[in-house]
């Protein structure tokens, strides 16, 4: 019997085109041929005194570097074996990073009443959090570190990263990071409920003033109206009989603006007011004089 094994599928386009693009930085070019992760040729190359590490562009300038950059991947080959061999204990590191809040101020850790390590930040209303755990400390994690139990010391005004040690190794920095990882999304989570209530408070309030503001402008108005309206009540009244007497004679609305227009322009005082009818809604609209202002006027005078 004739068994046929199919052949291994070719890789994406994409994947492809990349593999056989000439590396332009010493962390692609390493990760391709050690097959080390980046974070380790990160640490490598930053620990060979390369500045950008990983990202570092080819080629190398000087031979300097070269021998520096294959000395620290030496050592950290040692390490791995001396992990396999239990030769090396792994470290129990846990990388912090900011949230929220500005750049500055220093931080710690300190214990929290449940007996768990939280980090509190005292220069503004930021403070760290769990990011990432390792079981070395990498170069790229060696901004200024935190001090605490069991850490390094040392902190700079603007850092947004910190390093923490954890006494009892590897195994006792996964315990920390997922038990303070926990109480850490809780209060990610209120934060965002908070951000998110506040949120919806300030457009409520907004909307309201916009509100309050327009009817305070309508009602001005309306009093203003009716503050012209009585004080040129006589006026308004002779408009009003007049208008009402000629509706009364059986004068059609067309006939009624066509004598106020001619009326208007003979001079009479009364069809002067007059500004137009408003036929479908029985309406007469006058035009009125602020005696208010003229009365201000006069008694300042």
């Known amino acids: 019997q004739l068994i046929m094994t199919p052949p291994p599928p070719s890789p994406p386009p994409a994947a492809a085109a990349f593999a056989d693009r000439t590396p ?15 974070p380790m040729i990160d640490h490598a190359a930053r620990a060979a005194g390369l500045t950008l590490g990983g990202a570092t562009p080819l080629p190398l300038v ?15 080959d040692d390490w791995f074996e ?30 929290t009443k449940d007996g768990r390590e939280a980090s509190h930040d005292d220069g503004d209303d930021g403070f760290m959090i769990y990011d990432e755990f390792s079981p070395l400390s990498l170069m790229q994690h060696h901004q200024p570190v935190c001090g605490g139990e069991g850490g390094d010391g040392g902190v700079g005004p603007q850092t947004t990263t ?16 997922f038990a303070t990882a926990e109480a850490q999304v809780e209060r990610l989570a209120r934060e965002r409920a908070e951000k998110t209530a506040v949120t919806r408070l300030d457009k409520v309030r907004r909307d309201q003033e916009t509100r ?17 309206i009585e004080y040129n009540l ?13 509706l009364a004679g059986g004068m059609a609305w067309d006939d009624l603006e066509q004598m106020i227009r001619q009326e208007r ?17 029985n309406r007469v609209t006058v035009n009125l004089a602020n005696h208010l202002d003229d009365a201000y006027e006069d008694g300042g005078a």
Do not use: M
């Open 162 to 177: 910190r390093v923490k040690r954890v006494e009892g190794g590897f195994d006792a920095a996964l315990d920390d990071y």
């Open 24 to 38: 332009k930085t010493v962390r692609e070019a390493l990760c391709r041929s050690l097959g080390h992760g980046p």
């Open 82 to 111: 001396g992990v396999a061999t239990n030769a090396v204990e792994p470290e129990g590191i846990i990388v912090l990073k900011k949230h929220g809040g500005g750049g500055g101020g220093g931080t710690g850790v300190k214990d």
């Open 212 to 228: 309050a503001a327009q009817l305070g402008r309508e009602t001005d108005k309306e009093e203003a109206r009716a503050t012209l």
């Open 234 to 246: 006589e006026q308004v009244d002779t408009v009003l009989v007049a208008v009402n007497s000629a």
């Open 62 to 76: 000087g031979a300097a570097e070269i021998d520096a950059l294959f000395a620290q991947l030496s050592l950290l």
């Open 265 to 281: 322009r003979s001079g009479n005082p009364v069809a002067q007011l007059i500004q137009s009818l408003d036929l479908p809604n």
